[in-house]
């Protein structure tokens, strides 16, 4: 269990040799595409010596990311789903009831 006291002290176990720290400005980005271009930096698939099994994603930082914008329709009508495991256990929430609630 985490000590909420110390919340980053594993970080002194963990190797940041060869890690780059990379700032993005989400401002006016549209989310999806947003999220690929950072899955490719998280995986370390932009370095020249990518391996599948070995770690050299970077360090990303998301700015502005309030700004970031959804295409279409998708603000009213994408849905988060998932069940919580007893019956009737569908939950759904949208996107903007999400939003609304981490903001």
């Known amino acids: 269990m985490r000590n909420p006291t110390r919340p980053f002290a594993g970080l002194e176990q963990v190797d940041f040799t060869g890690l ?13 595409r947003l999220a690929a271009y950072l899955s490719v930096i998280l995986q370390g698939k932009d370095k020249p010596v990518f391996a ?22 998708k603000w009213e009508g994408k849905l988060y ?7 009737p256990g569908v939950v759904n929430f949208a996107e903007h009831g999400v939003y609304a609630n981490v903001v």
């Open 20 to 32: 780059r720290m990379r700032l993005v400005d989400a401002e006016s980005q549209v989310i999806g």
């Open 52 to 73: 599948p099994n070995k770690d050299h994603g970077d360090i990303c930082v998301v700015t502005n990311a309030e700004k970031a914008v959804f295409t279409g329709r």
């Open 81 to 87: 789903r998932w069940h919580t495991g007893v019956a």
